[in-house]
T-cell receptor
Framework: DVKVTQSSRYLVKRTGEKVFLECVQDMDHENMFWYRQDPGLGLRLIYFSYDVKMKEKGDIPEGYSVSREKKERFSLILESASTNQTSMYLC???????????FGPGTRLTVL | AQRVTQPEKLLSVFKGAPVELKCNYS??????LFWYVQYSRQRLQLLLR??SRESIKGFTADLNKGETSFHLKKPFAQEEDSAMYYC???????????FGRGTSLIVHP
């Protein structure tokens, strides 16, 4: 059973703060993703990684960066949080043989 | 670029009624299509993949390449089916999906 965990379920930060969201998977998947989920907009891809230290921008990378130092861990960084980054953030890892995405429980981030 | 459209934001039915959640896509190649579901206070999870042609929790979905659709159907809705449903497409040879905006299904008792 694939386990994808995220460091926090709820997070409240102030404008301008640096925010780290961590995601860990235990299935040795090579591909990992960060999305934000907003009502009416669905899931939008922020960044993805296909290997350690490898990353690619998704559809909405502005204001975000990522880090993948180990295969099992993929971090999303908000360099200077802004109120429009208030959202639900979902991490996923992908089974390369089926292209099935396995999601973490999500982090609801509020930026005040 | 591929696109996935779920035309209904909200679908409201009564228990026992048939339900169909629509998904249309635009992609010129051979896609892989998925339905994901998110129940209240649970994580997003796979419901079914078109390639496996299976029925999960009574739901089925048929890929119609002519109409470029992958509608999700269930003959008799149950209250526990109330959830947010997302259709997703992965282009052939890629693992990067495109998601629709989701349809919220509410099944009334």
């Amino acid at each position: 059973d694939v386990k994808v965990t995220q460091s926090s379920r709820y997070l409240v930060k102030r404008t301008g703060e640096k925010v780290f969201l961590e995601c860990v998977q235990d299935m040795d998947h090579e591909n990992m993703f960060w999305y934000r989920q907003d009502p009416g907009l669905g899931l939008r891809l922020i960044y993805f990684s296909y290997d350690v230290k490898m990353k690619e921008k998704g559809d909405i990378p502005e204001g975000y960066s990522v880090s993948r130092e180990k295969k099992e861990r993929f971090s999303l960084i908000l360099e200077s949080a802004s109120t429009n980054q208030t959202s639900m953030y979902l991490c996923a890892s992908v089974d390369g043989s089926t292209d099935t995405q396995y999601f973490g429980p999500g982090t609801r981030l509020t930026v005040l | 670029a591929q696109r996935v459209t779920q035309p209904e934001k909200l679908l409201s039915v009564f228990k026992g009624a048939p339900v169909e959640l629509k998904c249309n896509y635009s992609y010129s190649g051979s896609p892989e299509l998925f339905w994901y579901v998110q129940y209240s206070r649970q994580r997003l999870q796979l419901l079914l993949r078109h390639i496996s042609r299976e029925s999960i929790k009574g739901f089925t979905a048929d890929l119609n390449k002519g109409e470029t659709s992958f509608h999700l159907k269930k003959p008799f809705a149950q209250e526990e089916d109330s959830a947010m449903y997302y259709c997703a497409l992965t282009p052939g040879g890629s693992y990067i999906p495109t998601f629709g905006r989701g349809t919220s299904l509410i099944v009334h008792p």
